[in-house]
């Protein structure tokens, strides 16, 4: 069995997050959503909140699950089985960290192998800071997000 690893903060969960998970979930047995548990990069959402955000919308796929983990992503992955992570690429300038990441990585456990996905084009300018900003100043939420969590993100910002 083939089972990867979709690590993020997911802060919250995006659509173009969902799409590579939807497009992830086509190519391996099971996808694991990993949420980094790290109260240094002070999330908006705690972490139950972000898990409970993207069991609710990816509910409908079998071989998705969604674990919190905190320490080193290399650990997750050895305590998952798992041997695949799986990072979606934006634009350029997500290319130097990731490639960094995936290299370091690499030196930790060499049996692992990071999986990049291009992002869907109508996706590319869609971040969860963009999306947190936004929320901010009461803008349009739609297409940014699964609607289902909309709710969750006005609720935070008492809009
Ligand atoms: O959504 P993000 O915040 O860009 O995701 C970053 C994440 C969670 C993939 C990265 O910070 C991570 O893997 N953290 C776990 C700690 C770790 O393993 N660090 C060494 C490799 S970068």
Redesign the pocket.
């Known amino acids: 069995m083939r089972i990867a690893v979709y690590?993020?903060?997911?802060?919250p969960i995006t659509n173009g997050h969902l799409d590579i998970i939807k497009r992830a979930s086509r190519l391996y047995d099971k996808v694991i959503v990993?949420?980094?548990d790290?109260i240094n990069?002070k999330p908006l959402f705690s972490v139950n909140e972000r898990k409970k955000m993207i069991e609710q919308v990816t509910e409908g796929i079998a071989n998705v699950e969604c674990d919190a983990?905190?320490?080193?992503?290399?650990?997750?992955l050895k305590q998952k089985n798992a041997e695949v992570?799986i990072?979606g690429l934006r634009i350029v300038a997500d290319f130097e960290?990731e490639f960094?990441?995936a290299l370091?990585?690499k030196a930790?456990n060499p049996e692992f192998e990071t999986v990049f996905m291009m992002t869907n084009s109508q996706f590319s300018y869609i971040s969860?800071s963009m999306v947190k900003e936004v929320a901010k100043y009461s803008g349009g939420l739609e297409g940014l997000v699964p609607g289902q969590i909309i709710p969750d993100i006005r609720k935070k910002y008492n809009n």
């Open positions: 690590p993020g903060s997911f802060d990993g949420v980094l790290n990069k983990f905190s320490g080193l992503l290399v650990d997750f992570i990072k960290y960094q990441m370091l990585n930790l969860s």
